[in-house]
């Protein structure tokens, strides 16, 4: 694929913005989860649990997102704080791909930590932000409180380690889902607290090897390091809301940029 240039880039990564940041993209995708719920608390667990196990096929993920809520009685926020042994030991069916019902019942007691500790984790995002203006902090600080508690080693691998070089894709797409707000309707801008700009790009493998062939990464690795390269190039574009082109890096890939 021939070099864009930036005149013709920015040309294109708006005109796929625009196409596919509106509603018909929720249905298939894992924003859907989140989305059948109206208040605070429901949608940012139901959107942490959706963001967790976003990987591989989309279709699949919505599937099992919903199948998540189902059985957290399609009420997330209300089982996270209340949930009985009886209720979490009915978690142990569960299962998307390497994300077991062990996993979930960890993740959902670790939530209930945050909230007794925290307010919540919009709130613990949003304070940590506050404190420190420094987002790959806060997503350490986060992976740090988030497992304080007792949990099985096993399901520390379903939340990414910033400070061992991780993308952290699924952290930066929640984050992406809780904290943009447009007038399209597909992402929520429920954390105020937290500009935009501060925001990284979710990466990786397609969104990677869309943004080499596009010119705006030439790391090799999909690292965080790769991460900030292709946010600040992203920047250049739009330095008030750069991760609003998420929705142009898939689209072009909907759209065969990517020449196999």
Request: hydrophobic share 40%.
């Amino acid at each position: 694929m021939e070099r864009f240039s930036d005149d013709d880039l920015r040309e294109l990564l708006e005109a796929l913005h625009d196409k596919y940041n509106r509603p018909e993209f929720i249905p298939d995708d894992p924003i859907a989860v989140p989305h059948r719920y109206t208040g605070r608390a429901d949608r940012e667990i139901a959107g942490f649990f959706s963001a967790t196990i976003a990987w591989g096929n989309r279709k699949a993920i919505v599937r099992s997102g919903h199948r998540m809520m189902h059985f957290m009685d399609d009420a997330p926020a209300d089982f996270v704080r209340n949930a009985s042994e009886r209720e979490l030991a009915l978690l142990s069916s569960y299962v998307h791909r390497t994300f077991n019902g062990q996993d979930l019942r960890d993740f959902v007691l670790a939530l209930r930590r945050m909230e007794e500790c925290h307010g919540g984790i919009g709130n613990f995002f949003e304070e940590r932000y506050e404190a420190t203006h420094d987002m790959p902090a806060v997503l350490a600080d986060f992976r740090r409180a988030f497992f304080a508690g007792d949990h099985a080693p096993r399901c520390e691998k379903h939340l990414s380690a910033i400070e061992k070089g991780a993308a952290c894709k699924r952290l930066c797409m929640y984050l992406r889902w809780m904290v943009r707000r447009d007038d399209r309707g597909v992402d929520f801008g429920m954390w105020r607290r937290i500009p935009m700009s501060a925001l990284y790009l979710p990466l990786d493998l397609h969104v990677g090897n869309m943004g080499r062939a596009l010119g705006l990464l030439a790391r090799r690795q999909n690292d965080w390091r790769a991460v900030e390269e292709i946010t600040a190039a992203l920047r250049r574009f739009d330095a008030a809301d750069p991760v609003r082109y998420d929705f142009s890096l898939f689209g072009a890939g909907i759209d065969n940029y990517l020449k196999v």
